[in-house]
């Protein structure tokens, strides 16, 4: 009963937060009415999102995000040194391939936005056995180095949380 | 507040909503909650013209805001006397479409009805950007319906009538937008007096606004040189929907008494000349079009562009006798041109491979009914005794005055000769030439009988088709009474104000 | 100060914009012009956040939510289309 | 900065008419919703320009711009879209059905070639 | 009302007997005449009071705001008009019964012929020129119907369209005349018109109304230069023939003639034109008619040279001339009612009419060529015969008549007339009735059953009677008749009687028959005369107009009509920018005083950007995905403005409808050609180059002219004031939108979704015929196999319910704060879509199965519905309410009823977007050829067996 | 207090339009799409990151009202952009496949864009097939 009334109790809790993010109002009308839509809106939508991962190691989540925006808000100054100050015949971009071992989809997809979001990498395409990733360095010496770095500082905490 | 002012735009609201909703898969609960709901249409319209006839003008304020702030319909001789001529219209084609049409496309009764609800609406707003929205649902309704039935020529004639009722859209936002510019209202009563009290230096603006509008409504009204789409899209439209357009010129025609005539008043009046000789253009190409036409489709819709030109004679006159006359050649000339589109379609499914071509073959089955009905509405268009055209020319060339009058009774005479010969030809193209070769050539090959459709089942609304003429005819003294105390009120611009404005005295 | 630095921000912006159309005129792939389209949409939430502060409204909240979803949903169609064609199939 | 907007209105509406008397359905197609876009800001401009001044009532707000174009806009802009939609929708019919993508029709006067009737459709 | 009946009753009879045909031919025939017969003898229960000198009378309104009315008076003219046109319909139907074979309907003969008689009585009868007018063009179209009436011969046809533009429109100028003349007489009633001549031939509009109304009367009656509609419309049956083209429809030109006379007749205008028009006619009908060798074509041209002497004695404008007229109207029509009969006798016995192949017929059918003969002899003029006395007449009036000073003139060329009218009559006796007998006819003659010899009895013996009797026989009715048409002047001297002494007349009438007789002896040398002579066709001139007017109006239509979208909305266009150019410049200008908002640079920036749009668009729109490309431009930087220009909801709106057009303009794209073909020329390039530049100038001058002024008071202070206090909500353009203007928005979502209903039929029937061929031949050229990415399925998913929510608050604050049902209604439309682009048509469908169509009339009955409620508090449709409800825990929110209304606009908005989409998607599946993987994700990333399922 | 405010705002208002124009510069700059695509994702993601904070910094702060939806957007945008850049490599890749990479190493399958090679044969849409 539980369950079936909450099919996703961390979306149902997301949305909450959004809607009172939305309203920009914590008076009880609107926790009660964001609760509701908590409830009713994952109901509505569960059809589009079958198999649904359940995640349940959260401090490995709080841990991964932390590591995450670090990394972005170095690689955005990274990439703008790049950008600014590189000559783009001195950039050496190249396609690196990303053997996954995740599986589930969800993990791979939140793996493959973090690559992108992350210093000089962007994930361009998956095999279509969704068994390897591609991914364009903007400029790395090491295609190997890339490799490692991503599959032991990304991959290897997308594993705990999902599988 | 009179309730039911408002049922003509409501109640097919409603009907095609639901017509959609709960009957989409049952096509004949489809007609008949269809026919059913036109029938009670007619029957409010009918009591609406009882009502107006008393020659009150009704304000019915949509929301219950006030005049000029909210949308305020407005029922009165004129506007009761265009809904009734489109219940009875709508339900006339309800019933031809429901002989079989109807299965040709996907959702001819919701659209149906939309369209009634468009032109409905149109009809009795009293609110400039309201006729806007109407003018759309009308517009829209129509594309739907006239596309009804697919077909390369229709697809084809079809993008044309969008593209060119698109560009008229955006002419009428354009005019709108000046007009509110410099009025700061939409309301036609509280435009009739804001537009007097103007200021010099706005005038030109004003004048801008007044003349762009002016042409939207004579698009509408197929008035050359804005009457391109016409032929193109009456021509190709199914039968059935042809016929229901035959008010839709209408609502352009309206709308130039109604705005300009009424509301704009002076500010309007140097457009008269100007859209009596673009009608007496109308009239010529009107009426050599249909000499040159090669099907009878073609052949009545030119029938149409001409006798537009023969009303917007009438209405450019600005004048309350000529108007009194336009009104009765609105009423008639939407009958005749709508029977006949229809008796065209009935002749067409009866010439095995031929249609309504305009050429030698075997006639059509059943040709002495059709050919009388064929008769009946040519002579009705062209304008002969005893049926309404008749009454009608004589009315216009009674009430011509002035400066033009020999021109306009030049154009109406001779336009009258051509037609008459376009529709000889035609006639005896189709019933007697054709029975000729029939004649000639039943020796040598017995032709395969094709499967006849049966007459009975749109014979009904033929019939109806043709006896409005004869009635509108035969009871042309009520009829014209009506007309001219409806020309009266229309003339009385300040009750009419007086009538809305007055209304918002009690602003809640 | 504030004003001013969103004066400066806007001026900044504005030069992104410009910069954006030239990719946008440029080419060459369609790619790159939806590139182009995408930071055009983003450049313009960027205005919009910065009018928010400028007359200290939160009016334009929504719009800049929507400018996001649409900037990335037409990125999406445009490279589906490229993809397969059939932007919904 | 009213010189501005005018000019864009104009320069839309100049590009939309252009589109719109080419000869094939695309360009037409796009030639209105430019149309659409220019008949869009000039009616929204019948309420001048202001800025800053939303018609959302406050007790801060020292003016309000005028709403009432902005609703009539908003009217016009879903209307065009179905509009929009619906011409599309008939462009690619069209093509479907003839395999012609150009905006002419048939001729009213010419004769009917041999073996179509277009009238002859039975229900 | 029984002088009504007079007309009507006819046109009774000829619904009955087109019905009773199914009993019968008889029953039909005796319907037709039963009618004919009642209608006679109700005609002539009112003759002893118009003898009396009565005029009697009857009126019913029909349209008095013009004065149109049906009222109908007998007075003698009437009388002796509509008499001889119901005595002699009644020998006609007699005859037809016979005539008429086993072939023919005749329940449709005697109906259009009953129509006919109608129409004439109504003619001869009506006192208001109106529905003279009615009745006028009613005899055009049935003797349309009646020309034509055997539908298989083409010269009927072509008779019967020729009759009828001829005398129709003849009847168009008549009108014209005729209401001018009511104008100049301020009445239509013709008694007031005939008592006022004297004032009607002064008035400068005289000259004018009297051609119109001489082209009227000249048409129908066949005269120089229309005679030549008369001879074609003989492919009609002969009783239609002898009834219409010899003894009443010709005539009505002549009767209306005569009935105008008073107030018309009498100045020299009239005599220049009448008495020459009716003299050339009499002369050259005759000529022509000597030398038709069909019988009913002699006949025919000899009518159309009766008719002119009548005419012409009308024209001399003389009391005495307008007596013999009508005398010989009488006689006319007795003698040429029994020549057109006998002429079918023939016809019908011998197998032919040519008069080549005949002869001799006295001695095979003694009785009909006696008869035959008589009538003949007076309508040769001889003594006895009543053809004689009128003729005398005429020649005695011709003989003191002057035209342009010479005396000679009009006696020379009426004798003229007379001697080719005698030589035609000797021929059709000698030619065909005397003479051996021959052998050589197509079938046997006998005479023909006593009902068809016994109507041409009748009037021979009439012939007969008035020729040797004349003024007991004819007088009084000649004299009664005479009064009336010359009005209240006294009737001249004269006298009805064979013997007038020697006169002049009586010697130019031995002449003619003298010469006439030689002619017809002389006949062959004559035809090679005849033959030298140039002789103009009519026919073939008439044909040729028409024929010239139908190609004309042929090149017409298509020089202008070229069904060039092109061109017409160029024209339109230029006419609207010349119109709004002309408006603007001829009314007075006074530039604006508002202060201008200064320039920034962001504006400047984005002014550049919206220029560079149009000129890409308009260079590049040939590559139909970079147009596209140009167009989301634009619409993001309207947007822009729009919230720049203090407006959240406009530009809310136009960035989700863009998105939704973007996507529906690549979803066509995907089968429309991907580039458009080059344009042709640089000339239609540089036209519509012109217009838009017009076109741009003439709007950016009118906007800048508009917010360069300061704002009128506007009914739009009202919604700010009463936004709050009155509709509930502040954010005042959504009051507006839902409330104070629901109503329009209430049309704006049946707009729409009359679009999705549109669209669906489209393209429901793109799956059948054409269409699907194309779409079946066509080969999606799909390069990548990734349908479905797994990134942006994934995160599409996790987008859904995030959109819904903010779509729920946007609908929610929408009253308040920018937002509404609208455009939550698109953002949740577009997560669904988004679910749809991502995840697949299929799949996505089938896991929400939304049925948007459903939801589409669902959305506009709920707003409708919400309208409607107000009705049950008698308050006017779409009547809003609101209130504030509290409730524990949740506090205070308001409620409207406006939120309901709402809701129908944010389903009809999701229905309309779902709909159009899918249905365009469902045609281009048709279209794939290759297989569409089902759904996301599948079948690699399907957690493969051994891989833990993921999730639970 | 109000300084330190003042200049943490105008520093985050500055910081996200310095990373907006660099991603558009970059765009502008830089040689070849899969390159072009590493700007404008990253440095406009900040740089909006930036000026939302900027803004939620200066209503909590300066205005004084509670305003966090800002947090929306970036939520948002961090889910998209990826997406965004995935989706535009393989459109660029497609297209331009003498700069797309070797074959995956190890599996039997391609990169998922590549996969299927043409249907055989037929026109292209947009053309008439049956018009020949
Ligand atoms: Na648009
Ligand atoms: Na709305």
Redesign the pocket.
């Known amino acids: 009963m539980l369950r079936r009334t909450f099919p996703h109790p961390l979306l149902s809790l997301m949305l909450l937060l959004v809607w009172l993010l939305l309203v920009n109002d914590l008076s009880m009308g609107h926790v009660v009415l964001g609760a509701a839509i908590g409830i009713v809106v994952p109901l509505l939508t569960a059809r589009y999102w079958p198999d649904r991962p359940r995640v349940r190691n959260l401090p490995a989540i709080v841990s991964y995000g932390i590591i995450v925006l670090y990394d972005i808000v170095v690689a955005n100054v990274q990439v703008a040194m790049i950008v600014l100050f590189r000559r783009n015949d001195r950039l050496r971009s190249h396609f690196v391939e990303i053997p996954l071992e995740l599986r589930t989809p969800e993990a791979i997809a939140v793996l493959a936005g973090t690559i992108t979001m992350t210093p000089g990498t962007v994930s361009a395409d998956l095999s279509s056995d969704g068994r390897s990733l591609l991914v364009h360095c903007l400029d790395a010496d090491s295609p190997d180095e890339v490799v490692a770095s991503i599959k032991s500082r990304y991959e290897k905490r997308l594993m705990e949380i999902f599988e | 507040m009179n309730h039911w002012i408002i049922v003509p735009i409501v109640l097919p609201a409603l009907t095609a909503a639901f017509l959609v909703l709960a009957l989409r898969h049952d096509l004949l609960r489809q007609r008949l909650v269809s026919i059913a709901s036109t029938v009670a249409l007619l029957a409010v319209a009918i009591g609406l013209v009882v009502l107006a006839d008393d020659g009150t003008t009704r304000p019915y304020a949509v929301g219950d805001w006030p005049a000029p702030f909210g949308i305020i319909l407005v029922l009165d001789r004129l506007s009761a006397m265009m809904l009734a001529l489109t219940a009875a219209l709508g339900l006339v084609v309800s019933i031809y479409a429901s002989g079989g049409w109807d299965t040709r496309g996907r959702h001819f009764h919701a659209l149906f009805q939309f369209q009634l609800m468009g032109i409905g609406g149109a009809f009795l707003t009293g609110d400039v950007f309201n006729l806007f929205v109407f003018f759309e649902v009308m517009l829209i309704a129509s594309y739907g319906l006239m596309l009804h039935g697919g077909g390369g020529r229709r697809l084809r004639a079809g993008f044309q009538y969008v593209a060119i009722n698109l560009i008229g859209s955006t002419l009428f936002l354009f005019a709108v937008g000046l007009i509110y510019a410099v009025t700061g209202t939409l309301n036609m009563a509280d435009l009739a007096v804001k537009v007097a009290q103007v200021g010099e230096g706005d005038a030109a603006l004003l004048s801008a606004g007044i003349f762009m509008l002016l042409l939207v409504f004579a698009l509408k009204a197929a008035l050359v040189p804005l009457h391109w789409w016409l032929p193109t899209a009456y021509g190709a439209a199914s039968p059935p929907v042809a016929a229901l357009f035959a008010i839709m010129t209408k609502v352009g025609a309206y709308a130039i008494i109604r705005v300009h005539y009424m509301m704009f008043g002076d500010a309007a009046a140097a457009a008269a000349p100007w859209i009596v000789g673009a009608a007496l253009v109308s009239m010529a190409i009107g009426a050599l079009g249909a000499l040159a036409t090669r099907r009878l489709g073609d052949l009545a819709a030119f029938a149409v562009v001409w006798s537009m030109g023969s009303l917007l004679v009438a209405i450019g006159m600005f004048d309350p006798g000529a108007m009194a006359a336009a009104l009765y050649y609105a009423a008639h000339s939407t009958v005749a041109g709508a029977a006949l589109f229809l008796i065209a379609d009935a002749i067409a499914q009866r010439r095995a491979g031929h249609g309504d071509a305009l050429v030698l073959a075997s006639p059509p089955t059943q040709s002495t009914p059709l050919s009388a009905a064929f008769f009946l509405a040519a002579i009705a268009m062209c304008g002969l005794p005893p049926l309404s055209g008749f009454v009608g020319k004589l009315l216009i060339l009674d009430a011509t005055r002035g400066p033009l009058a020999v021109w306009i009774w030049g154009f109406i005479l001779a336009t009258s000769l051509v037609t008459i010969i376009a529709f000889a030809r035609a006639g005896s193209l189709l019933f007697w030439k054709s029975e000729a070769v029939a004649v000639a050539g039943a020796a040598g090959n017995a032709s395969s009988p094709t499967p006849i459709p049966a007459l009975r089942r749109t014979a009904l609304p033929l019939l109806a088709l043709l006896l409005l003429p004869a009635a509108l005819s035969g009871f042309a003294g009520p009829a014209a009474r009506y007309f001219d105390a409806a020309a009266a009120q229309i003339a009385d611009v300040q009750g009419y104000v007086d009538a809305v404005l007055g209304a918002g005295d009690k602003a809640r | 100060m504030i004003a001013t630095a969103c004066f400066v921000a806007i001026i900044t912006v504005s030069l992104a914009v410009a910069l954006s159309v030239y990719r946008l005129a440029r080419g060459p792939d369609l790619a790159d012009r939806v590139l182009a389209l995408d930071t055009l949409a983003i450049n313009a939430i960027a205005l919009i956040v910065l009018l928010g502060i400028w007359y200290g409204t939160g009016m334009y909240f929504e719009a800049a939510m929507l400018f996001a979803m649409v900037g990335f949903l037409s990125t999406v169609a445009f490279c589906k289309f490229r993809l397969r064609g059939n932007v919904i199939e | 900065m009213e010189f501005l907007v005018a000019t864009a209105i104009g320069a839309l509406t100049a590009t939309g008419i252009y589109l719109t008397l080419r000869g094939q359905t695309f360009p037409v197609i796009v030639g209105l919703?430019f149309l659409?876009?220019a008949v869009n800001l000039f009616l929204f401009v019948t309420g001048r320009l202001a800025i800053d001044k939303p018609p959302i009532i406050s007790p801060d707000a020292a003016a309000y711009t005028d709403p009432l174009p902005q609703a009539l806009v908003l009217t016009a802009?879903v209307i065009?879209?179905g509009m929009?939609a619906l011409i599309v929708v008939l462009a690619l019919r069209a093509f479907l059905e003839t395999g012609d993508d150009t905006v002419a029709a048939p001729s009213l006067v010419e004769a009917p070639p041999e073996g179509e009737s277009p009238g002859a459709e039975r229900p | 009302m029984s002088i009504a009946l007079v007309a009507l009753l006819p046109l009774a009879g000829a619904l009955l007997a087109s019905l009773t045909i199914r009993s019968g031919r008889n029953v039909c025939a005796a319907t037709a005449g039963g009618a004919t017969a009642l209608a006679l003898a109700l005609l002539l229960s009112h003759a002893p009071a118009v003898f009396a000198g009565e005029v009697v009378r009857t009126q019913i309104d029909w349209l008095p705001q013009i004065g149109l009315s049906f009222s109908f008076f007998v007075d003698g003219l009437g009388l002796f008009f509509a008499g001889l046109i119901l005595i002699i319909g009644l020998l006609i139907i007699l005859y037809a019964r016979f005539y008429l074979g086993r072939q023919d309907p005749m329940g449709r003969f005697f109906a259009y012929l009953l129509l006919f008689q109608s129409a004439m009585v109504g003619v001869a009868l009506s006192e208001n020129v109106l529905l003279f007018l009615v009745f006028w063009e009613l005899t055009s179209l049935s003797s349309f119907l009646l020309i034509g009436y055997w539908r298989h011969l083409p010269e009927g046809r072509q008779g019967a369209r020729m009759a009828l533009i001829v005398t129709g429109g003849g009847g168009l100028l008549l009108i014209a005349g005729m209401l001018m003349l009511g104008e100049i007489a301020g009445s239509y009633q013709l008694t007031e018109i005939l008592a006022r001549g004297e004032a009607i031939k002064a008035h400068p509009l005289y000259l004018p109304t009297l051609l119109l109304i001489l082209a009227g009367a000249f048409t129908k009656s066949a005269q120089f230069p229309f005679h030549f509609w008369l001879p074609h419309a003989m492919a009609a049956p002969t009783p239609v023939s002898a009834y219409l083209h010899s003894a009443t429809m010709v005539k009505a030109g002549v009767f209306l003639l005569a009935r105008l006379w008073p107030a018309l007749a009498g100045t020299e205008e009239w005599f220049l034109i009448v008495a020459p028009v009716g003299l050339v006619t009499m002369g050259i009908a005759a000529w022509i008619a000597i030398f038709k060798d069909d019988l009913k074509g002699l006949l025919a041209f000899s009518t159309v040279s009766h008719l002119g002497m009548m005419t012409m004695l009308l024209g001399f404008g003389t009391p005495l001339a307008a007596v013999a007229a009508v005398f010989h109207v009488l006689n006319h029509a007795t003698f040429k009612a029994a020549l057109f009969m006998g002429a079918g006798i023939v016809d019908h016995e011998a197998g032919t009419r040519d008069a080549r192949r005949l002869g001799g017929l006295i001695h095979l059918m003694p009785i009909s060529a006696t008869l035959a003969l008589i009538a003949t002899a007076s309508m040769a003029g001889i003594p006895l015969f009543n053809g004689f006395l009128s003729k005398e007449m005429m020649l005695d009036v011709a003989v003191g008549t002057t035209y342009a000073g010479l005396p000679w003139l009009i006696p020379a060329a009426a004798t003229l007339a007379t001697i080719f009218s005698v030589a035609y009559s000797a021929r059709l006796a000698f030619h065909v009735y005397l003479g051996p007998a021959r052998d050589d006819y197509p079938h046997k003659p006998h005479d023909p059953p006593v009902g068809m010899w016994l109507p041409v009895a009748v009037l021979c013996f009439l012939v007969l009677a008035i020729g040797m009797l004349p003024a007991m026989v004819a007088g009084p009715l000649v004299e009664l008749t005479a009064q009336a048409v010359i009005g209240p002047a006294p009737l001249p001297e004269y006298k009805l009687a064979i013997w007038h002494g020697l006169t002049p007349a009586l010697g130019l009438s031995a002449l003619a028959v003298v010469c006439g007789g030689l002619l017809c002896w002389w006949y062959a040398p004559l035809l090679r005369f005849r033959l030298s002579l140039p002789r103009p066709e009519a026919k073939r001139l008439f044909d040729a107009a028409v024929a010239a007017l139908v190609d004309f109006s042929r090149a017409a239509v298509a020089a202008l009509h070229t069904e060039s979208l092109r061109r017409y909305a160029g024209i339109i266009i230029l006419t609207i920018v010349a119109v709004a150019a002309g408006a603007y410049l001829s009314h007075p200008y006074a530039p604006g005083g508002r202060d201008m908002l200064p320039v920034s640079l962001p504006a400047v920036v984005v002014w550049l950007v919206v220029l560079a749009a149009c000129i890409g668009a308009a260079w590049l729109h040939a590559d139909r995905l970079l147009a596209l490309i140009v167009t989301s431009i634009v619409?993001l930087v309207v947007s822009l403005s729009f919230l720049q220009f203090s407006a959240p909801d406009l530009a809310l709106t136009?960035i989700s409808?863009?998105v939704v057009?973007t996507i529906l303009l690549l979803l066509a794209i995907n089968l429309l050609p991907r580039r458009s073909d080059a344009e042709p020329g640089l000339l239609p390039r540089a036209w519509s180059g012109a217009v838009a530049v017009a076109g741009g100038i003439g709007v950016a001058l009118l906007a800048f002219a508009m917010m360069t002024r300061s704002l009128p008071a506007s009914i739009s202070d009202f919604h700010l004031a009463q936004s709050k206090p009155g509709g509930g909500g502040t954010n005042v353009v959504n009051v507006i939108l839902v409330d104070f203007r629901g109503f329009d928005t209430f049309g704006e979502i049946i707009v729409l979704g009359i679009a999705a209903l549109a669209i669906f039929a489209l393209l429901d029937s793109a799956l059948r015929g054409a269409a699907a061929r194309r779409l079946d031949a066509m080969r999606q050229k799909v390069e990548s196999g990734d349908a479905h990415p797994l990134l942006l399925v994934v995160s599409t998913r996790v987008l859904l319910p995030l959109t819904i929510t903010v779509g729920i608050f946007i609908f929610l604050r929408g009253h308040n704060q920018p937002g509404g049902g609208f455009i939550a209604g698109l953002v949740v439309a577009v997560a669904l879509i988004t679910q749809y682009m991502a995840s697949g048509y299929v799949w996505a469908a089938s896991q929400g199965r939304i049925d948007a169509q459903s939801m589409i009339g669902g959305g506009v009955l709920v707003a409708g519905l919400t309208g409607v409620a107000a009705w049950a508090f008698d308050a006017p449709f779409l009547t809003s309410t609101f209130g504030y409800v509290t409730l524990p825990i949740v506090g205070t929110f308001e409620l409207a009823s406006a939120m309901a209304f709402d809701l129908g606009v944010f389903l009809a908005v999701v229905g309309t977007v779902l709909l159009a989409l899918s249905q365009i998607s469902r045609i281009e599946a048709r279209a794939e050829r290759t297989p569409v993987p089902e759904g996301p994700m599948d079948p690699a990333l399907k957690p493969a067996p051994d891989a833990a399922p993921a999730g639970e | 207090m109000q300084l330190a405010v003042e200049i943490l705002v105008s520093a985050l208002i500055l910081i996200g339009a310095f990373f907006l124009l660099v991603g558009s510069y970059g765009l502008a700059k830089l040689p070849d799409l899969m390159r072009r695509l590493h700007a404008p994702t990253k440095s406009t993601t900040l740089g909006i990151g930036a000026l939302l904070l900027a803004s939620l910094a200066y209503f909590m702060l300066v205005q004084g009202t509670l305003s966090l939806h800002e947090l929306l957007i970036t939520l948002f945008l961090f889910l998209t952009a990826p997406v965004t850049a995935f989706m535009l490599a393989k459109a660029f890749m497609l297209r331009n496949r003498e700069e797309a990479p070797q074959r995956p190493t190890g599996a039997g399958r391609n990169w998922a864009t590549m996969a299927p090679a043409d249907p055989p044969g037929g026109p292209a849409p947009g053309e008439d097939p049956l018009r020949k």
């Open positions: 919703a659409t876009y802009i065009s879209f929009t | 619409g136009q409808v863009e057009t």
